[in-house]
């Protein structure tokens, strides 16, 4: 008989779930405004810390300190604020047409509304976002419509996508929205490639690409670094950590790594994390990778520390596998508050202009619904026609295309 002991796996557990009382007491948050704004030349091992960190702007009591505050102007700043507002009022407008069965599907934003809408301020007409599947503040901190956004989660007849992808995978070239993959981890290397192909022609568009902790498991991440590096490809890498993935804890994908952000490190690639429920400190991060990236110094990866509040999508059922109270405990506080406390405390805002513009943009989700909803729904229709699957897929249609086509009856 031999006297080893038989070996075994660590399978991470997260601190809390279902029945415990969540106490995020002992989670470290560094104060606001330590960390330090470097230039944008920087080597990847000078700005070690950054990525093992978290870089704050907002203190607790509302003020903007440090030297990543002052970027914005107090108007810029309630623009940021009306667009979150946005975002959450058509999340919670999208999230009840599910419920009444006139779509399908859909994903909120909940809690992570600044990290979209603060890091499309960054960016310039003509570059082009990577996105996974919770950044509609993208487009929803832009001019698109948001009626066309509406018909395509509908899936009617006025879908710009003609029915051809899942709810909420939008696409618009012109509003620099690349389509969402249902894929996780393509559009990692999809926004690298596309990038390199900028740099290439010698354009000035730098690529934003966007990934969920969890789907920096897959292979395509990892790709997508190495390229970057080797390249100096002007793209920015963000990492949306919040915390959980569909149903297991951000610490299966991160392993024994310290943070997320420290995987760029090993690549030589400039990484920092940021306060993802901070929108002024996420403004000015994603401002100095972009300008970073412009000025030919190559890629940074962002890791945007928040906590997704609501389920991973209206297929799933947090409860079943997180603390009920784990949302209103998370630390960093809900970014919205968080912003209108800080424009009140310098003297621009008040309670009653908050709300009413969270009444004005719930009048025009409400309004843009309605207006959808005369193009049809999912159960209602009408539907774009199936003969719309043959066509925008070769310049000239091939043989094979238009026999199927006859076929078909189309």
């Known amino acids: 008989m031999s006297d080893e002991k038989p070996l075994s796996l660590y399978v991470p557990e997260p601190e809390f779930r279902p029945g415990d009382q969540p106490d995020f007491s002992n989670v470290p948050i560094p104060s606001a405004g330590v960390a330090p704004k470097p230039p944008l030349d920087v080597e990847a091992g000078d700005i070690r810390d950054l990525a093992y960190t978290i870089i704050r702007v907002m203190n607790r009591d509302g003020e903007a300190v440090g030297e990543w505050a002052d970027m914005l102007t107090d108007e810029q700043v309630k623009i940021g604020l009306e667009d979150m507002l946005r975002v959450r009022a058509f999340d919670a407008r999208m999230l009840m047409a599910q419920r009444q069965g006139k779509t399908s599907f859909y994903m909120q934003a909940l809690g992570e509304e600044a ?123 963000n990492i949306v950590n919040n915390q959980w993935a569909i149903s297991t804890y951000q610490g299966i994908a991160r392993g024994k790594a310290a943070t997320f952000a420290s995987r760029g490190l090993g690549f030589g690639i400039p990484s920092l994390r940021v306060d993802g429920n901070d929108y002024l400190a996420v403004y000015a991060v994603a401002k100095w990778a972009a300008d970073r990236a412009r000025a030919g110094h190559g890629p940074t990866l962002i890791e945007h520390v928040t906590y997704r509040m609501g389920g991973h999508s209206t297929s799933d059922d947090p409860s079943a596998y997180r603390a009920k109270e784990e949302s209103a405990k998370w630390p960093l506080g809900d970014p919205i508050e968080r912003l209108k406390t800080y424009l009140i405390k310098r003297g621009v805002w008040s309670e009653a202009q908050h709300l009413q513009m969270r009444e004005m943009v719930e009048s025009q989700v409400a309004e843009a619904q309605k207006q959808a909803e005369k193009n049809g729904t999912l159960h209602d229709g009408p539907h774009s026609s199936p003969a719309e699957m043959f066509e925008d897929v070769f310049k000239e249609m091939p043989t094979h295309l238009r026999r199927q086509r006859q076929e078909a009856g189309f």
């Not at 003509?126 to 956004?149: E, K």
């Not at 290397?189 to 897959?218: F, L, N, P, R, Y």
């Open 115 to 237: 990290i979209a809408c603060a890091s499309q301020k960054a960016l310039e007409p003509g570059d082009m976002n990577f996105p996974s599947y919770r950044q509609q503040g993208l487009l929803l901190s832009t001019d698109y419509p948001m009626v066309d956004m509406i018909n395509q989660i509908y899936s009617n007849a006025a879908d710009p996508l003609k029915g051809r992808q899942l709810p909420i995978m939008y696409s618009s070239k012109e509003h620099g929205f690349f389509t969402i993959s249902g894929n996780l981890a393509t559009q990692f290397v999809q926004g690298v490639g596309w990038a390199m192909a900028s740099a290439i022609k010698g354009d000035t568009k730098i690529a934003t690409s966007w990934i969920g902790e969890g789907s920096t498991a897959e292979n395509d991440f990892h790709s997508a670094l190495v390229f970057a590096s080797t390249y100096r490809a002007p793209v920015v890498l």
